[in-house]
């Protein structure tokens, strides 16, 4: 999700080292702007935080 560009963060848990270095090899994965289009139009975008 990094590749995102309103996403400025990630929030990981691991229980144990295994799990964090596996976790952050994610972070060398990117996707190219139409796999994005392509996973998001899978869902339905939630609607605008007009109230903040």
Do not use: C, W, Y
Not at 9 to 33: H, W
């Amino acid at each position: 999700m990094m590749s995102h560009p309103d996403i400025t963060s990630s929030i990981i848990g691991a229980r144990n080292m295994a799990q964090l270095k596996q976790t952050l090899e994610g972070v060398a994965i990117g996707l190219f702007v139409e796999e994005r289009a392509g996973l998001s139009a899978l869902s339905d975008a939630p609607p605008l935080a007009t109230d903040r």
